[in-house]
């Protein structure tokens, strides 16, 4: 093998990502586990105080933005889904999101159009070609995981539209908010409720 062969299975070495290999599966269920059973109810209890909602939209970003960077086999997808978490955290930062219910809903449909994304190509990264593995298995656990968060920022999409469209209390801040609905999501995802 020559050196310029050496330099070149080198540099597709070096390119090949972590989600090919499926260990980005292990990862994406890692931050979602996080995201879904650690920070959003340490965020809706109050501990990160007043930067409750900047802790879960960071936590989001960077869950969304490492499945979409680990896909980057798919380059259209991961940039399209990727303008669209940039352009969603930019709404949030410059407090779009909390000004009326435009905001709240273009937030909620921006975020069902990532969380939906990313189930798609998790989906693509289970079903493709090879062996079923480890990882592939966690892989269907994101599935459902994204499920129950899409769900979620469907009922939130709901609620913004209609404020009547839950019964029970749905007022305090946008964390509480966005926790019991991820609550209800999974309650009923899983038939427990």
């Known amino acids: 093998m020559t050196d310029e062969e050496k330099k070149r ?9 972590l989600w090919l290999r499926d260990e980005g599966l292990t990862a994406l269920l890692g931050a979602l586990l996080l995201r879904i059973f650690i920070v959003t109810p340490l965020a ?18 960077f869950t969304l933005l490492s499945g979409v960077l680990a896909i ?6 991961a940039q399209v889904v990727g303008l669209a978490a940039v352009l969603l955290f930019a709404l949030r ?4 999101a909390g000004n009326g219910s435009l905001g709240l809903v273009v ?4 975020t069902l159009f990532m969380l939906s ?6 989906l693509w ?13 966690q892989g269907s656990i994101v ?8 769900w979620a920022e469907a009922y939130t999409l709901a609620a913004n539209l209609d404020s009547e469209a839950f019964g029970g209390n749905l007022s305090g801040a946008g964390n509480m908010i966005s926790a019991r609905l991820t609550y209800f999501s999974f309650v009923t995802l899983t038939t427990v409720g």
């Open 72 to 77: 980057g086999w798919r380059r259209k997808a």
């Open 117 to 122: 994304a990313l189930g798609l190509m998790v």
């Open 9 to 17: 299975r080198l540099r597709v070495l070096m390119r090949s990502d």
């Open 107 to 110: 937030d909620a449909v921006l």
């Open 125 to 137: 990264q289970i079903f493709r070609e090879g062996p079923i593995t480890r990882a592939r298995v």
């Open 93 to 96: 930062l410059l407090g779009f």
């Open 143 to 150: 599935i459902y995981l994204l499920l129950g968060l899409i």
């Open 44 to 61: 809706a209890g109050g501990v990160f105080g007043r930067y409750g909602p900047l802790v879960l939209d960071l936590w989001l970003a």
